[in-house]
């Protein structure tokens, strides 16, 4: 298996635009994850999904975030008008439901806002 | 709420040497996962070792090993025999069963010295 698979591994734009991150999953797996890394705040949750459905996107910092899951080998994070200070390492992470919650991680997107 | 804490922002040990990495957690659950991932500079999240908390026997695989103390909600990482390669960050995480989210504490950025 290729394990997950992000796209861009990296992303330098400028403030004002959009940005859209992809994630492509681990087959047959049923969790999806979004995590976000920075140094300040370490590692956090954006949102998540179970089967394509979102179940908590408690962590999106706001409404310029958004996050799709169209099928189970594709999802998006968008981030539109993106700012500065979303300048981070955007990671998806994957899991399989009767495998107790061991998620095996994509090699992460590092976002630069100008 | 769940938190996770480790306490050891740096450590270095000399290779072939011993390191125990420290991480307490709070969890109000009784079911739930330990893991402890390992990121290398090329920010890959890699995971080492998994404990799920219904087990008293501590987890090992090949030179890592954890002690799992429950009622302590403790869960540090020992590394045996310690190689160049183990130069990392190194991240404590916890999830509740059934596929939640991940907690993750601040990290411990581990050198290892030849």
């Known amino acids: 298996d290729a394990g997950v698979i992000q796209s861009p591994r990296h992303e330098v734009t400028e403030m004002g635009q959009e940005v859209t991150l992809r994630c492509k999953p681990i087959?047959?797996?049923?969790?999806l994850f979004w995590y976000r890394q920075t140094m300040m705040r370490g590692l956090e949750l954006l949102i998540y999904?179970?089967?394509?459905?979102?179940?908590?996107d408690s962590g999106m910092p706001e409404d310029r975030f958004s996050a799709k899951m169209p099928n189970a080998s594709f999802s998006t994070l968008k981030i539109q008008p993106s700012e500065p200070r979303d300048s981070a390492v955007y990671f998806c992470?994957?899991?399989?439901?009767?495998?107790?919650?061991?998620?095996?991680f994509g090699p992460g997107t590092r976002l630069t806002v100008l | 709420a769940q938190t996770v804490t480790q306490s050891q922002p740096e450590m270095s040990v000399q290779e072939a040497e011993t390191v125990t990495l420290s991480c307490t957690y709070d969890t109000s659950e009784n079911n739930y996962y330990l893991f402890w991932y390992k990121q290398p500079p090329s920010r890959q999240m890699i995971l080492v070792i998994r404990q799920e908390a219904y087990k008293q026997q501590n987890a090992t695989e090949n030179r890592f090993s954890v002690n799992f103390q429950k009622a302590a909600k403790s869960f540090s990482l020992k590394i045996s025999d310690s190689q160049l390669g183990d130069t990392a960050m190194y991240f404590c995480?916890?999830?509740?069963?059934?596929?939640?989210?991940?907690?993750f504490g601040k990290g411990t950025r581990l050198s290892v010295i030849a």
């Open positions: 992470a994957s899991s399989l439901a009767r495998a107790g919650n061991e998620q095996f």
């Open positions: 995480a916890q999830g509740e069963a059934g596929n939640t989210p991940l907690v």
């Open positions: 999904f179970n089967n394509n459905v979102p179940i908590d």
């Open positions: 087959s047959g797996h049923d969790y």
